[in-house]
């Protein structure tokens, strides 16, 4: 009998051990459960954290990027007036065109303001939109149209009204899957301007750019046009007063009052040199010529920029004439460099 109770004593605490034991594991693998649930948790909140930051930060270079794109825009808009202003002997629109707007973007320029700001003139006529661009002070051979094709066709001409007739310019054809693009490209050497003109169209066959860049040519722009200078006459203008032109060069004839003149002369020997004479004469009515003895002349150099490079000043003291042979022409002796020598000046 009590060996009966001792045995059931010693497996009623065996039972209790067993129960205990299994406790203990259930409640162990409960506190790594709620671990791992919690480092989960943990990974999760980072995570989103991580890419609410990466949203924000990518929305910030959206918005950065966007705002330097505005700011690197070059261009800016401007009146005709400001146009005018900023290029000597600039276009104007054909009488016929709606101007969508006038725009300039600034040049790095010297001390001397050179280049000027590129000039643009958007307008639309007869269904199609054209471009033309201006700038002053650059090279014969820069590319001032922005568009930059293997031209299919290229023809050179000569403008009528641009030049006093004398303005060699050159059309230039691009077709491209049934689209057309048109340019036509000038450049006036006389004061070293150059000028651009161009339209796209899905036809252009039959179609004259020449024609209008014809039309665009303004008299009032010229640079020697308007009221006269300080020191100027503002008596009668003779009429052999004016602008006149001989191969790479031109020379200007304007009075000065008591029968004086002021002589400017512009001579180009190559895209990059170039030279200017200035004189004061004196017009002699029974000879129809002026003499000059105190003409001062600067060598110009021009660098790849079309900057001035170098300024040299060969004399002050030259001497010579302009005869005057009719209201068209006159013949300029020049006698220290001969420069003009058997040729005749033409308006």
Known sequence: MKNRLISSIMMATLALELVACGGAKDTDTSKEEAAVTEQQEDAAEEASSEEASAEEEASEETAESAENTEIANPWRECTEEEANAACPRLFKAPEDAVVNGWSLMDANSNENGVPGALVELDFRMEGMDYTARAQYGVGENEDISGIYYDWDNTEDITLANWGEGHMPAKLSRHIEDGWMIDLCTWYDIEIGIAYSLSVEAEDLEGFDLQAIAEQMYSAENEPYVGEPEEGESQGQVQSFEGQYYAGRGNLSITGQGDDTYLIEV??????SEHSEWVMHGTYNESTQTITYSDCEKHDFVLN????VDTDD???????GSIKI???SSIIWTDDQDHIADDLTLER
């Open 313 to 319: 000043i060969a004399y002050t003291d030259g001497s």
């Open 266 to 271: 512009w001579w180009g020997s190559s895209a």
């Open 325 to 327: 042979v009719d209201d």
């Open 304 to 307: 790849e920029n079309g900057e």
